[in-house]
């Protein structure tokens, strides 16, 4: 959307304060969920398929999925709301749109895998715990952010998208191989789910403004037209869904796992330096400052109580949603109350049944042409992250070891099979031991070989081939 100067003065763009008239801030609000919307609801999508229901109508599960989907989008709408108007301690008071996390499918998927609806007790028992855990960190964020350098979270980064870039594979292809579908990788699915990687990178590289930033959403939306007129959509469930529903505590009940409360406690500092990202990102394009201690501290509070609240009634972690911050930076935009709006807008979504019925007749191959340009954007991401890195010996040798064990240990999970149930789940993801030594690895090493640059090892290494 195309900013004019009936909005309001520089002065009063950059304050978060301000109160834009109505016909003004509710279209902007919009915007911000149509370019969060997608990203919001996938994971949700994802946990259930990993955990063997939801996908297709004569599921007897198939509700389930639709109350997960709603719950992605009435929380996020909830824990927009904790970062705009904030309470006490709790909320940046900042226009940050919180969302369903990514950074936790690689540990939720391996706690669900396979075992039905039933499993969702023991996950969410790690999102309460995980995301009260993460609300804490809000008291010392400041001083954990040392033992978190760029060569650490772009590493953390760069195995989340490593981890889900076979679900988006997986997903355009027709759905998982053990579901024993024979048209499982069928043309018809690879052409749909082509079509949505061409239409969101033709969008995203040669149009501006709203049409480029929601291009994974536009993008969906004509693949899965392209689905229904190959007779691919099926609406018998939207009908069938309720006109309105609300919240259910304990809704998939709660099962203590050591397992899940680990692994969603270690993300949540992931999740943590990903929020200081966000909030600083936001107060520098916005406002053209940096963000305060208060500011950050709040965030993080938001971003673990939202958690809290969204896993007590079935909701996924929350976090913020970096998309969002590049359109404040587009927009020029800094109010809260225009994100307060769209806030509204989601929660007003999330309790109306039918919305998520709607979004479950996606067909699978249209959301994995869409996944697959949004999981490679955060192996991307990281990438990016890691570019900041200055590659010597020591730097090279820490990333080397953590990203093999890492990522080893999450190709061939069988290589612990004989560890007890809780490691092996949190090993497996190949994102926490990943993390892990980084972290031990860079706290330990010493930094007096930070001498020996990449240039040198190069050469050593091109020696070598010229000997061979």
């Not at 679900?167 to 789910?193: C, R, T």
């Not at 909701?315 to 809260?336: K, Y």
């Not at 640059?453 to 061979?468: F, L, R, V």
Request: charged share 10%.
């Amino acid at each position: 959307m195309a900013l004019d100067s009936a909005i309001g003065t520089p002065e009063q763009l950059r304050d978060p304060d301000y109160v834009p008239a109505l016909t003004q801030a509710i279209p902007l609000g919009i915007q911000h969920v149509l370019a969060m919307f997608v990203s919001n609801v996938t994971p949700a999508i994802i946990v259930c398929g990993a955990a063997g229901f939801g996908f297709g109508s004569n599921s007897p599960d198939f509700p389930q999925m639709i109350y997960m989907i709603q719950m992605s989008m009435f929380f996020a709408g909830v824990a927009t709301l904790f970062q705009t108007i904030g309470f006490g301690p709790v909320g940046a008071r900042l226009p940050i749109v919180q969302g369903t996390s990514f950074a936790f499918l690689p540990i939720m998927i391996p706690l669900v895998a396979g075992k039905g609806v039933d499993a969702m007790a023991v996950l969410f028992c790690g999102v309460l715990v995980g995301g009260i855990f993460h609300a804490l960190l809000g008291t010392v964020i400041g001083k954990i952010r040392f033992a978190l350098p760029p060569l650490v979270t772009g590493l953390v980064v760069l195995m989340i998208g490593l981890a889900l870039v076979k679900v988006g594979i997986q997903y355009a292809a027709g759905g998982v191989p053990a579901m024993g579908k024979p048209e499982f990788g069928s043309l018809q699915n690879w052409s749909v789910a082509l079509v949505v990687v061409i239409v969101t990178l033709g969008l995203k590289f040669f149009t501006r403004g709203m049409l480029s930033i929601a291009a994974v959403l536009i993008g969906i939306l004509v693949g899965y037209a392209v689905a229904y007129m190959m007779g691919m959509v099926s609406f018998v469930n939207v009908g069938r869904a309720a006109l309105f529903t609300v919240p259910d505590p304990l809704h998939f009940g709660f099962e203590f796992s050591i397992a899940a409360i680990i692994g969603f406690c270690l993300m949540a500092f992931v999740s943590a330096v990903e929020t200081v990202g966000d909030v600083s990102g936001i107060t520098k394009g916005g406002a053209q400052r940096e963000a305060t201690s208060k500011e950050i501290s709040g965030a993080t509070y938001a971003d673990g109580l939202g958690s809290a609240v969204a896993g007590l009634f079935g909701g996924l972690p929350n976090t913020s949603f970096s998309q969002n911050v590049g359109l404040i930076a587009m927009t020029g935009v800094m109010s809260r109350r225009v994100v307060t709006y769209g806030a509204i807008f989601l929660i007003f979504c999330g309790l109306i049944p039918k919305v998520g019925a709607i979004i479950s007749t996606v067909p699978i191959v249209v959301l994995g042409g869409g996944v697959i340009v949004m999981f490679g954007m955060v192996c991307a991401a990281g990438v990016s992250m890691l570019s900041d890195v200055n590659w010597n010996r020591r730097n090279m040798v820490i990333f080397a070891v953590s990203l093999s064990v890492g990522l080893g240990l999450q190709l061939v999970p069988e290589a612990l099979q004989h560890l007890p149930q809780t490691p092996r789940v949190l090993l497996t993801s190949g994102l926490l031991p990943a993390a892990f030594l980084a972290i031990i690895l860079n706290l330990l090493l010493p930094d007096d070989i930070d001498n020996v640059q990449t240039e040198e090892i190069s050469g050593g290494m091109a020696g070598h081939k010229n000997d061979a």
